[in-house]
């Protein structure tokens, strides 16, 4: 993904030669993504989502409640670390537990991605593309919630009812050694960090104060975190601001688009979502029109359908392909036709909160 926008930010110079690339680039949102990378970085490190799915995992006693246990954990992790973080710390954990038991994994891992992708549609920092948005419109809390609560609350409502499919076949989870929590004074001074950064999206803290305290607590804390830092999606986002900047420059080209946009937000950014996901989707068309519900919407309901129209679904598949056993076309086809279901009820939802 940093390649492909890399080059079409250099392809889209073309048309602007001399603008001030720099100035296209939200530095305060970056700012802001990074912090919550290193703090979320710093919370992994120490072991504290490893220790919370073995606790979860040791409440199940039966097919069911696994399940059910796994997904609603995930749909909630997700609205505060992001869909991907979520992914990363539950499905290698899940996929361990279900060969134990001598289960296929297939169906509750692409439920589990689900939920990821829709749970962390709730927050306004619980995905990228909703982080852009969130800051990029000046709207409030309030409002935010009143576009993704009902798709999300929907969502957890179809999730839970996917479970009760699973019988209540009894199991015995056995688990290894506790995974000790480690560096718990760091992880005091995490958790106020990560309080900051979540201030200052809502704009009752200085963006560049909360960057520049994850910056120092981190260099002395644990400075090996940095190195733990996704610059890849800070670059893409760098990239996709300088295409944007660029093409809006070029008035033919930036009339065209926004013509073929402006009254069509909320398809557009679900269709654009499939080819290229959701977080590029969500730049590019919010670069051409202010109609930010129907952005957000698209972008957070567009995770659902391609195996490419969310990042975070491509952690799954590539946790699931690499682990014994795996059939990477049977889930594929399974992730596929569930998310498929799921677009189908909350499109039309979408488009009536729009309306």
């Known amino acids: 993904m940093v390649i492909i926008a890399g080059f079409c930010a250099l392809v889209s110079m073309l048309f602007a030669p001399s603008a001030d690339y720099v100035s296209y680039i939200d530095s305060d949102l970056l700012a802001v993504m990074f912090g919550f990378m290193a703090v979320i970085a710093g919370f992994t490190e120490n072991n504290v989502f490893k220790?919370?799915?073995e606790y979860l995992t040791r409440l199940a006693k039966n097919m069911r409640r696994l399940t059910l246990i796994l997904i609603v954990s995930v749909f909630f992790l997700a609205m505060f670390?992001?869909?991907?973080v979520a992914l990363i710390t539950f499905v290698p954990f899940t996929i361990a537990v279900y060969n134990q038991i001598g289960k296929d994994p297939i169906l509750i891992v692409s439920l589990e991605t689900i939920a990821a992708n829709m749970g962390s549609a709730f927050t306004p920092f619980g995905?990228?593309?909703?982080?852009y948005v969130f800051s990029h419109s000046g709207m409030t809390l309030t409002e935010f919630f009143a576009i993704t609560a009902p798709v999300c609350g929907l969502s957890l409502v179809m999730l839970m009812v996917a479970s009760l499919a699973v019988k209540r076949e009894a199991i015995q989870v056995e688990t290894t050694e506790k995974t000790a929590i480690t560096n718990t004074p760091y992880l005091l001074l995490y958790?106020?960090?990560?309080?900051?950064?979540?201030?200052?999206?809502m704009g009752l803290c200085s963006r560049m104060t909360a960057f520049?305290?994850?910056?120092?607590?981190?260099?002395?804390?644990?400075?090996?975190?940095?190195?733990?830092?996704?610059?890849?999606?800070?670059?893409?986002?760098?990239?996709?601001?300088?295409?944007?900047?660029?093409?809006?420059?070029?008035?033919?080209?930036?009339?065209?688009i926004s013509s073929a946009i402006l009254g069509h937000e909320l398809v557009a950014s679900l269709l654009t979502s499939q080819v290229i996901s959701n977080m590029p989707a969500a730049v590019m068309i919010s670069g051409f029109s202010d109609k930010y519900a129907?952005?957000?919407?698209g972008c957070d309901v567009g995770s659902l359908g391609t195996i490419i129209s969310s990042l975070a679904s491509l952690i799954s598949l590539k946790i699931y392909s690499s682990s014994e056993n795996s059939s990477t076309g049977r889930y594929i086809l399974?992730?596929?036709?569930?998310?498929l279901i799921f677009l189908a009820v909350l499109f039309p939802v979408s488009i009536a909160l729009c309306s």
């Open 294 to 297: 129907a952005i957000i919407l």
């Open 191 to 201: 958790g106020v960090l990560f309080i900051m950064c979540i201030l200052s999206v």
């Open 81 to 84: 670390v992001t869909n991907d």
């Open 212 to 256: 520049a305290s994850v910056i120092a607590v981190i260099a002395i804390c644990q400075p090996e975190l940095f190195a733990e830092i996704d610059y890849g999606l800070l670059m893409t986002f760098v990239f996709i601001f300088i295409f944007i900047g660029n093409i809006k420059n070029n008035a033919a080209l930036s009339s065209y």
């Open 51 to 53: 220790r919370l799915t």
């Open 334 to 339: 399974v992730f596929t036709l569930l998310n």
């Open 127 to 131: 995905n990228p593309q909703n982080l």
